[in-house]
C-alpha cells in the first residue's frame, strides 16, 4: 500500500498528501474563488458528472461517455447527418467519423448516404442502440438521484427549469 492509500505521504514529490477532493480537481480555497462563477461551476459539475458515468458505464454497459452522448443527440434528433452531428458532439468531423466507425462496427449505428446530397452521410440508431439508450438514461438518473441528494422535489424542479433557462438565453447569443 502506498502513503496516498494510508492517508499519508504523497504520490507525488513536492505535493503535501493530496486528498481524493483534490485529486478531482476541488479544494476550499477553489471554492471562495468560484463557487459563484457560472461557467465554472456548470463546467465543475459536468465534469464530475462526467467521471461518475464513466464509472457506472463500465459495469453497466458496453459504451463509452462519447458514444452515449452520439446515442442521446440521435434519440433527439433522429436520423442526422454526420456533420450535424459532430458540430452538437463540438467535436471535430474526423473525431467523430472515429466514434462513429466504432459505433458501426459494434452495430449501434447505420450510416448511409443522403439520397439529397451524395457528399453526406445520414447516421440513425439501429434497435440495438435504442435498448442500450435507455440502459444509459438509467444510469444518468443513478447520477442525478446522487448529485440531488437532499433536495426537495421543487428545489429539483426549479433548478431543473433555472438551466433550461439559462441555455435558452445562450442558445439566442450564440444564434445572433
Not at 119 to 142: C, N, P, S, Y
Request: net charge positive; proline share 4%; with cysteine.
Amino acid at each position: 500500500m502506498t502513503g496516498w492509500e494510508r492517508g499519508g505521504g504523497s504520490r507525488w514529490p513536492g505535493v503535501p498528501n493530496p486528498s481524493l477532493s483534490r485529486f478531482f480537481g476541488y479544494s476550499r480555497a477553489m471554492e471562495s474563488e468560484s463557487e459563484k462563477r457560472l461557467g465554472f461551476l456548470v463546467t465543475d459539475v459536468g465534469r464530475l458528472c462526467g467521471k461518475r458515468f464513466d464509472d457506472l458505464a463500465k459495469s453497466k454497459l458496453d459504451l463509452t461517455r462519447a458514444q452515449c452522448r452520439a446515442l442521446a443527440y440521435l434519440g433527439h434528433h433522429g436520423e442526422i447527418n454526420q456533420a450535424s452531428l459532430a458540430d452538437i458532439l463540438d467535436v471535430a468531423p474526423i473525431s467523430a467519423g472515429r466514434l462513429l466507425d466504432r459505433m458501426e462496427e459494434g452495430g449501434w449505428i447505420v450510416r448511409r448516404p443522403n439520397p439529397d446530397d451524395r457528399r453526406e452521410r445520414l447516421v440513425q440508431m439501429t434497435a440495438k442502440a435504442r435498448k442500450a439508450l435507455g440502459q444509459a438514461r438509467l444510469v444518468g438518473d443513478e447520477i442525478a438521484a446522487e448529485a440531488l441528494r437532499g433536495f426537495t422535489p421543487q428545489e429539483h424542479e426549479q433548478l431543473i427549469a433555472l438551466l433550461q433557462r439559462v441555455r435558452a438565453n445562450l442558445v439566442d447569443a450564440v444564434e445572433r
